[in-house]
């Protein structure tokens, strides 16, 4: 009997899938995916919209969703009081928040990935004739399919870790919301060269890059953009880890 | 084994724990006590490493509590009430404690039955009283069969039934050779089952003695129809003698045997000889009463 990585890890697991919220909140998630895909893919048509666009123009909510779940599971480790507990059990503190964040990313991604190809199905299956339909074997189908689920995944990530950095539910809730909905609209208010520069590099735009079937103007090669946003999510993380193991619990 | 070396920790301007130092040993149980406020729930959230220290350290069966490879081995805690997940059940919460250290399923059921909630494992603790909430703490204290068992103020929300139990367990895992440590704010909780007692105030440490030593401090009480020819009998190093009543003496830094035998030996008749077991209560307030961080206003 010891302390092992993989004991830490399902430790994790167990937190995660024995709370009723986590599966609501991973189901709505699933759903919010494919619901908005199959609407979009049956109604909606532009100049440059792809198929997959529309499958996946459930994303934005999706990501909110998957990160409130994050935030949730971060905070309420001190909402709760459970981190007396849980650090007792694991002094050195750090696995915690590395199990924690693996299993939430994890489960977002599987969930999110199926989430993705499902909504893609779907969306295919009721296109309106206004959009040329894509298969699996066209060109970056594929990668913005599993992007999303990565995407999606590193978002999850991205909550725990505010969660456990900030150690409140509404404010990490409260940061996550400004950094992936409301920093995009506050850029587009600042004078367009200072806006077309940075646009590109904000989270959900980077993130998003991964998503499209070819980059528009002003947006980031996918798999840049997702490198970009990985680069947040470590950022957040390390700022996470940093507090942990400094502060008292 | 817990080992407290001149432990200090601050808030800010404040010092809520100020040099404190004490040994808990295996087969004894320590009774930690100290009005509310005196820095009891910091120095244990120091000792499992919750809190760091602004200086001095502390050792956990001799090694810093975080060296551990089987931290949940080397020592139970139970900290505060309710420091779980309202939304999980009794088995879930301890399972994700289990986990970490490969502890078998089958020793959650153990704990679970060894507190009395196996018929409650599998609600949800939010929905738990504060003793059943306080039972689920002390089963995930023993989840990892400890050396060392230290409970912060176990007692609080239990009915009388659970407060006997929580006695003859703690004095069972004494019996075992383990190390248990107990804290209390109040005297009488701790007084019918600790050893050795260390009481604090202001974060500083008031006394560090066992129960039967900390009463006998308190005097003797003698009534005479001569006080003054005893008084001058009596007198010597370390012995105080206050004056209580016309014929009563409080006669305190010796023992009712040897007061007697000096009495006898000089011919002054005692009408009374009485060890002041001013209770222990009385004891404790006494020295603690400059120590209290809140008193009632009156
Ligand atoms: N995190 C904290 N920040 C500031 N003050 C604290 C903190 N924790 C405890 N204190 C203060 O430290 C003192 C001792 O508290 P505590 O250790 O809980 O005492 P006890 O358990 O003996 O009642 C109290 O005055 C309390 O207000
Ligand atoms: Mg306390």
Redesign the interface.
Known sequence: ????PG??V??E???FS????TWITTGISALLLIAFGMIASASLSGDNLTSIDLALSGSALAALSVGVLGALLGA?EYT?????????????RLPVLWSKSLVAGAAAFVTMTIGAFVAFAVGSAVLNDKVAGLGLGDDGVLRALVGAGLYLGLVAVLGVALGMLVRSSAGAIAILAGALLIVPGLAALLPDSISEAITPYLPSNAGSAVMALTPADGTLAPWAGLVVFAGYVIVTLAAAAYRLKRN?? | MIQVRELTKRYGAKTVVDRLSFTAKPGQVTGFLGPNGAGKSTTM?MI?????PTSGDVLVNGKP??S??????E?G?L??A????????AV??L?????????PRSRVGEVLDLVGLSTVAHKRVGAFSLGMGQRLGIA?ALL?DPAVVMLDEPVNGLDPEGVLWVRNLLTGLAAEGRTVMLSSHLMSEVSLIADHLVIIGRGRLLADTTVADFVTAEGVRVVTPAPDALRTTIAGPGITVTSTGVEELLVAGTSARKIGLAAAARGIPLFELTPQNASLEEAFMDLTRDAVEYEASR
Do not use: C
């Open positions: 009997m010891k302390i092992t004991g830490v399902a430790a697991w167990t937190k024995s709370l009723r919220s309420s709760t009081g459970m981190i007396r507990a849980t650090l007792t059990a694991v002094p050195r008292d619990a | 959230r499992v490493g919750l809190d760091a509590y975080a551990s490879k089987a931290p949940l081995r020592i805690v900290l505060e309710k420091a779980m997940h309202p939304g999980r059940t879930s919460h399972l994700t404690l289990a986990r970490t250290h490969g502890i995930a990892g």
